[in-house]
C-alpha cells in the first residue's frame, strides 16, 4: 500500500466520492487531495463503479473505509470478506485502509450498522487478535476509527482513549480519528470530548474524518446526537477540529457525505473550510517559526 | 461484551418482544431503539433502492410493510449491500396477503437481474469476424461462453410490460394480454438494458447459456416457436455482444 503523501504542515483533504459526482470531478480539476469509498460498495466484480474507480485512481489517491470486518464480532473473520478486500487493494492500491472499533457481524448476519463494544480486557484482547489477523493476511496497516456511540454500556471497565491506544501500540496499526464521532459519543454518554482528546493517543492519528450529526428528541425529553452524514460539519465540530490541528498539525482529513448529499461545488466548499484551518493552525507557524 | 450477550443484542434488535438486556441501564432502553431502528430502516431502504418497479406496484407504504417482515425474518448474510435482497421473490411468493398477485416475485425477480447485470464483470465480446471465421459446421457444433452481464428471466405472467410500466409510466397490460414473457437484461458501456425476447430467442440463448451447441440450441427455439431464426439470431448474438468466447 502506499502513503499519503503528507506532513504536519501540508494540507491533504478529501471527500466521500459517489458515483454521482464522477461527472462533476471530470468537468473541473477539484481541489480535492484524495477520494474516501466505502469497500463494501466496490466488492462487485464489474461495471460502472469499477470504470469510475479506475478512472479516478488515475488522478487522486483513494482511502478505502470498511464496515463489515466487524473488529469486535466473535464470529471468525468472514474469510470471503477479507479476500474480496484484498482483491480491492490489490486493484487500487489505497493509501489508507481503515475500519471500525465495532462489531458489525454476529452469527453470519450482517447488520448494516456499527453496533458498540464493551471495552475491557477481554475484549481488548480480541480486537487485537483479529486486528493482527486482519493485516497479517492483507499485508498492510489499518487504520482504526473510534466509534460514534449512543448507549452507555454497563460492564466496561476501560475507556476508549486507553483501549485504542492499547489497540495502535500492540497491533501496530494507526487511527482514525473521527471527530464528529467524538462529539456524538461525547454529548450521549455525557463526557468532555476536550479531555477524551487529552487522554487520546494523538500522535497515533493518520486520518481524521469530519461528518454531519442530527439532533433528536428522545420521547422521555432527553436528545440523542446522530452521525447521520447527513448535513455540514457543525460548529462545536469544527472548533474541535481546530483544538487537534493545533496540537497535532495536518493530518490528512476526510469530509464524509453520505445522506441527503449536497451538490458538488457544496461539498468542495466544506472541504475548502478544512483546508482553511489546516492551512492556519498554530501548529504551522510555530513550526514555520521553528525553522525561521 | 462476550459471544453470548452479543447474541442477546442481535435477538433484540430484530425482536424487541424479546427479554430486555442487562447490558445498560433501564432508563437508556429507548437509546437501544435507535440501533433497532438504524439497522431495520437501513435495510429497507435498501430495498427500496433496489426494488423500485415492486415498490410502485405496492405503494410505498405497502411495501415498507412487507420489507419490515422480510428484513427481520432474512437479515442480509454478506457486507455488500449490493447481494441483499435475492431471497424476496421467493419470501414474496410464501407471503399470503400477496398470494392473488403472483407476478410479483417475478417483477421481484427481473429487478434482481438488473442488479446483478449492473454489477457483473466486465468482458470484452466477440466481433463478427469470430464467427465469420468459422465454417457454419464449425459453429453449429460449438458452444458459447456468455457475456457475464447476461440475465435471463422467463415468467408466466407479462413481466417486462409491468416492469416498464412502473418504471417508464407506460400502461399496465390489460388482461386480454396477459401472457408470460422473456426478458434479458444485458449491460452495454455500463448501462443495463431490459429487453423483451420472442419465445424462440429466449429458448434459444437458455439453450447456449445451459452451455449446450449452436445446432442444440437452434433445435429447442424451432422445436416450440416455428417463426424462430437462426441468421437473426446469429445477427444478435454479435450484434448485442452477447457472447465472449467460442468453445469448438
Known amino acids: 500500500m502506499s502513503h499519503f503523501d503528507t506532513s504536519p504542515v501540508n494540507p491533504c483533504v478529501g471527500v466521500s466520492f459517489k458515483p454521482q459526482y464522477f461527472a462533476d470531478i471530470c468537468l473541473e480539476s477539484a481541489a480535492i487531495d484524495f477520494f474516501e469509498v466505502h469497500a463494501e460498495n466496490y466488492m462487485s466484480l464489474g461495471g460502472l463503479y469499477h470504470e469510475q474507480l479506475r478512472e479516478l485512481t488515475r488522478t487522486y489517491p483513494l482511502s478505502v473505509h470498511g464496515v463489515g ?62 486486528i493482527d489477523q486482519i493485516q497479517d493476511y492483507l499485508g498492510c496497516r489499518l487504520l482504526i476509527e473510534n466509534p460514534a456511540r449512543y448507549i452507555k454500556l454497563t460492564k466496561q471497565t476501560l475507556d476508549e482513549p486507553y483501549f485504542l491506544q492499547q489497540v ?34 494523538l500522535q497515533g492519528v493518520e486520518e481524521i474524518h ?52 449536497p451538490t458538488w461545488q457544496g461539498l468542495c466548499l466544506e472541504a475548502n473550510k478544512a483546508r482553511e484551518i489546516l492551512e492556519k493552525s498554530d501548529f504551522l507557524l510555530v513550526s514555520q517559526g521553528e525553522y525561521a | 461484551m462476550n459471544r453470548l450477550e452479543q447474541t442477546h443484542w442481535v435477538a433484540a434488535l430484530f425482536h424487541p418482544e424479546k427479554a430486555p438486556l442487562t447490558m445498560f441501564a433501564t432508563e437508556d432502553a429507548e437509546r437501544f431503539v435507535v440501533y433497532q431502528n438504524n439497522i431495520i430502516v437501513s435495510l429497507i431502504d435498501s430495498l427500496v433502492d433496489s426494488f423500485p418497479a415492486l415498490v410502485q406496484l405496492l405503494g410505498e407504504n405497502y411495501f415498507h410493510a412487507v420489507a419490515r417482515e422480510f428484513v427481520q425474518e432474512n437479515p442480509p448474510n454478506s ?48 466481433s463478427a469476424e469470430d464467427f465469420t471465421s468459422l465454417s457454419i459446421e464449425a459453429l453449429l457444433s460449438a458452444s458459447f461462453v456468455l457475456n457475464p452481464s447476461l440475465r435471463l428471466v422467463v415468467s408466466e405472467h407479462p413481466i417486462f410490460k409491468l416492469w416498464h410500466s412502473q418504471i417508464h409510466d407506460s400502461p399496465i397490460p390489460a388482461l386480454a394480454d396477459w401472457r408470460g414473457e422473456e426478458v434479458i437484461c444485458l449491460r452495454r458501456k455500463n448501462v443495463v438494458i431490459t429487453k423483451q425476447l420472442q419465445l424462440g430467442g429466449a429458448l434459444f440463448l437458455k439453450t447456449l447459456i445451459n452451455g449446450q451447441t449452436l445446432e442444440e440450441a437452434w433445435k429447442a427455439a424451432s422445436a416450440k416457436d416455428p417463426g424462430f431464426n437462426l441468421t437473426e439470431a446469429l445477427g444478435s448474438l454479435v450484434n448485442e455482444q452477447l457472447t465472449v468466447s467460442i468453445i469448438y
Open chain 1, 168 to 201: 495502535a501500540e500492540r497491533t501496530g496499526c494507526g487511527l482514525l480519528l473521527d471527530i464528529t464521532n467524538l462529539y456524538v459519543s461525547a454529548f450521549n454518554l455525557g463526557f468532555d470530548p476536550v479531555q477524551y482528546l487529552t487522554d487520546f493517543p
Open chain 1, 210 to 261: 469530519l461528518a454531519g450529526h442530527s439532533k433528536n428528541r428522545l420521547a422521555d425529553g432527553g436528545q440523542l446526537f446522530l452521525d447521520d452524514h447527513g448535513s455540514q460539519v457543525s460548529e462545536e465540530v469544527w472548533l474541535l477540529f481546530q483544538e487537534v490541528v493545533d496540537s497535532i498539525g495536518s493530518k490528512p482529513t476526510l469530509i464524509e457525505w453520505d445522506n441527503n448529499l
Open chain 2, 79 to 126: 457486507p455488500v449491500m449490493a447481494e441483499y435482497g435475492t431471497q424476496l421473490p421467493g419470501y414474496l411468493e410464501g407471503f399470503l396477503p400477496l398470494e392473488m398477485l403472483p407476478y410479483l416475485a417475478d417483477v421481484a425477480r427481473l429487478e434482481l437481474a438488473r442488479i446483478a447485470c449492473f454489477h457483473a464483470a466486465d468482458s470484452a465480446t466477440l
Open chain 1, 69 to 130: 470486518l466487524s473488529i469486535g464480532g466473535t464470529d471468525p473473520i468472514n474469510a470471503l470478506h477479507l479476500k474480496r478486500l484484498k482483491h480491492l487493494c490489490n486493484i487500487y492500491h489505497p493509501v489508507s485502509l481503515s475500519e471500525h472499533l465495532a462489531w458489525s457481524v454476529h452469527d453470519g448476519i450482517f447488520l448494516n450498522d456499527l453496533m458498540p463494544l464493551v471495552y475491557d480486557e477481554s475484549s481488548l484482547a480480541r480486537v487485537i487478535s483479529r
